[in-house]
């Protein structure tokens, strides 16, 4: 059997990719979807369940979700207690493509200043 939407009819046969990329940038959605502010994710339990999936969700979220986000917390909270990072380029591109992550064109450049 087919499975029926308003807007389309997908058969049973059919493989439905879901691009995470896309979907966390659509403008209705997001105000300024290709501008850089971290801001925007402060207030996430407001979204629906479908605007914002790192992870991935339901039965094929990613096993090492709740890991990863501590990890990146740890890593964060012991170099911003040692050291002020500085950016030293004001735009970084990166790599349009189907692929799991976004890959940066080129280096990303920061200044490590130690704290006292």
Known sequence: TAMRHPQAV???QSTIWISPYTAMRHPQVWDNPEEFRPQRFINIKNLAKCDYFPFM???HECSGKNFALMEVKLVMFHMLK????????TEIP???FSS???HPCTKIRIRFTKLE
């Open 82 to 89: 040692r050291y002020h990072l500085t950016p030293l380029d």
């Open 100 to 102: 799991i992550t976004l």
């Open 10 to 12: 997908v058969s049973t």
């Open 94 to 96: 990166y790599y349009r």
């Open 57 to 59: 969700a339901g039965p």
